[in-house]
């Protein structure tokens, strides 16, 4: 009996040591989890909207992008034909999770809205015709008579004959 105990230890032995020696070419990248990633729901007033994430994800609204969970926040930007762009910042919220509850990232707002201004057309121009400024009359200023002086009856230069005689 012992003699098959030792023959079964010096087996095991040598399966593990053959064992260890191929876990040396072994990556221990194959431990490392991969980068926590984010579902962001994306919607916009009107629907229809190109929204694209300054981390590179994008999609016509309304939609949702997986992105890689950022360290720091983030912005989306919305544009649509005949509408003003828009771009809505994005925070970053990171829970770590404890002993019942695994690690978790969300983002605030959620989700991402964007209410997208009409483009107002600019105003025309409107331009006046160009006219000509017509010159102001050089009124001559009539001769100043005297101040006790009547101003001549009907309107003639030459004095009344009858004047007197009435």
């Known amino acids: 009996m012992r003699r098959v105990i ?3 230890l010096t087996g095991a032995s040598l399966l593990g040591a ?3 020696g191929g876990c040396s070419s072994m990556s221990w990248d194959m431990f490392k989890s991969a980068p926590p ?10 629907q229809g909207a190109d929204a694209t994430t300054s981390l590179g994800g994008g999609c016509k609204t309304p939609c949702s992008v997986s992105v890689p969970a950022p360290d720091a926040p983030f912005t989306v930007s919305y544009t649509l034909p005949k509408y003003q762009p828009t771009t809505v910042p994005v ?6 999770g404890d002993f019942t ?7 605030d707002p959620t989700p ?8 107002v057309p600019p105003k025309p121009v409107k331009k006046k015709p160009h006219r000509p400024k017509k010159p ?22 030459f004095p009344d004959p009858n004047a007197g005689k009435r």
Not at 137 to 157: C, I, R, Y
């Open 6 to 8: 030792a023959i079964a």
């Open 18 to 20: 053959t064992s260890l």
């Open 37 to 46: 990633t984010v579902q962001v729901r994306l919607e916009s007033n009107p």
């Open 91 to 96: 925070n970053v919220i990171k829970n770590p």
């Open 101 to 107: 509850t695994p690690a978790s990232v969300t983002t």
């Open 112 to 119: 991402v809205f964007a209410e997208l201004a009409p483009a």
């Open 136 to 157: 102001k009359p050089a009124a001559a200023a009539p001769a100043a008579a005297p101040a006790d002086a009547a101003p001549p009856a009907g309107g003639s230069p």
